[in-house]
């Protein structure tokens, strides 16, 4: 496996890998690191379906609210390269800060997301997209992959990478790719190290939760539907953020599931000082 910190040298190397094998593929899975199965089930995909695959561990500044969160992210890298290795991954990309931004490069985005920014994630985390959408911007710009690889776990990131690469037509296709989960059904997540086992025990209410709103969504109303799984989700200590039932695309509340052919279930909760998101695609 290569380990780069610089988009000179991953550059160099993939130009000797492009004379050697013209038509060789490249695909990408940007991260945060502290790896786990979710990551690296991104990472068989794209081993499966290009010659090479790059991940990128780089703990973005530009998209935490929160300085707090940003210091308590966990930082794994000796652990993150043992597990790329052992998935087949040829390349990691490990960027300073000032690599990714150097001071005289503009890589600030000036667009907006047709909306897709403003709600759920976007309205309670004020800022974080456009910090995410400049980073994979960025990254993209850096890599220029083929491919990229993206979990249905962050289902409104994945939405406005979408988004942003038709409004800059840039040449990459976009995989979506599906949510993995602990036996229990909580959302493999970088953040779930830092649950107290207390809560630990409560969390798969989340997962069981969207599994009674799939049900659910046949036969009574969307309103009462949200209502009730809020209720849910209200246990001691945990606090909903919101639990929306949208539509995939615009991701604008559905009132009635006759409204849409693709409805997706959205909810991101505090429990403790851990903010929790999962989701579930409830019609496609
Ligand atoms: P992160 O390191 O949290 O920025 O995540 C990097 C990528 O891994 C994103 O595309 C996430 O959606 C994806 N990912 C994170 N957790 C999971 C999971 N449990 N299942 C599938 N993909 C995931």
Same mark, same amino acid.
């Given at each position: 496996?290569?380990?780069?910190k610089?988009?000179?040298?991953?550059?160099?190397?993939?130009?000797?890998?492009?004379l050697?094998?013209?038509? *060789?593929?490249?695909?990408?899975?940007?991260?945060?690191?502290?790896?786990?199965?979710?990551?690296?089930?991104?990472?068989?995909?794209?081993?499966?379906?290009?010659?090479?695959?790059v991940c990128?561990?780089?703990?973005?500044?530009?998209?935490?609210?929160e300085?707090s969160?940003?210091?308590?992210?966990?930082r794994?890298?000796?652990s993150?390269?043992?597990?790329?290795?052992g998935a087949?991954n040829?390349?990691?990309l490990?960027?300073?800060?000032?690599e990714?931004?150097?001071?005289?490069?503009?890589?600030?985005?000036?667009?907006?997301?047709?909306?897709?920014?403003?709600?759920?994630?976007?309205?309670?985390?004020?800022?974080?997209?456009d910090?995410m959408?400049?980073?994979?911007?960025?990254?993209?710009?850096?890599v220029?992959?083929?491919?990229?690889?993206?979990g249905?776990?962050?289902?409104?990131?994945?939405a406005?990478?979408?988004?942003?690469?038709?409004q800059?037509?840039?040449?990459?296709?976009?995989?979506? *790719?599906?949510?993995?989960?602990?036996?229990?059904g909580?959302a493999?997540?970088?953040?779930?190290?830092?649950l107290?086992?207390?809560?630990?025990v409560?969390v798969p209410?989340?997962?069981?939760?969207?599994?009674?709103v799939?049900?659910?969504?046949?036969?009574?109303?969307?309103?009462?539907i949200?209502?009730?799984?809020i209720?849910?989700?209200?246990?001691?200590?945990?606090?909903?953020?919101?639990?929306e039932?949208?539509?995939?695309?615009?991701?604008q509340a559905v009132?009635?599931?006759?409204y849409?052919?693709?409805?997706?279930? *959205?909810?991101?909760?505090?429990?403790?000082?851990?903010?929790l998101?999962?989701?579930?695609?409830l019609?496609?």
């Amino acid at each position: 496996m290569f380990l780069f910190k610089r988009e000179k040298d991953l550059k160099a190397f993939y130009k000797k890998k492009k004379l050697e094998h013209p038509d *060789c593929t490249i695909g990408f899975v940007p991260t945060m690191g502290a790896l786990h199965h979710g990551h690296i089930s991104l990472i068989e995909r794209s081993v499966s379906e290009n010659d090479y695959t790059v991940c990128s561990i780089f703990v973005n500044p530009t998209q935490f609210n929160e300085k707090s969160d940003l210091d308590k992210y966990p930082r794994t890298i000796e652990s993150d390269m043992a597990l790329l290795e052992g998935a087949g991954n040829n390349v990691v990309l490990w960027p300073s800060a000032t690599e990714v931004y150097p001071p005289r490069l503009k890589t600030k985005l000036s667009i907006s997301f047709d909306g897709l920014e403003n709600v759920m994630e976007g309205y309670f985390r004020p800022g974080h997209f456009d910090g995410m959408a400049q980073v994979v911007k960025r990254l993209l710009d850096m890599v220029e992959p083929d491919k990229l690889y993206m979990g249905q776990k962050d289902f409104q990131q994945v939405a406005i990478v979408g988004n942003m690469i038709e409004q800059l037509s840039m040449p990459v296709d976009l995989v979506m *790719c599906p949510i993995i989960r602990e036996k229990d059904g909580l959302a493999m997540s970088s953040r779930n190290v830092r649950l107290p086992r207390k809560d630990r025990v409560q969390v798969p209410v989340i997962h069981k939760t969207l599994k009674a709103v799939s049900r659910k969504i046949k036969k009574q109303d969307i309103s009462s539907i949200k209502k009730w799984a809020i209720d849910q989700l209200s246990l001691p200590g945990f606090k909903p953020e919101y639990f929306e039932i949208v539509d995939g695309r615009t991701l604008q509340a559905v009132a009635n599931i006759q409204y849409s052919d693709y409805i997706v279930a *959205c909810t991101a909760i505090w429990v403790g000082e851990v903010r929790l998101i999962d989701n579930m695609i409830l019609k496609s």
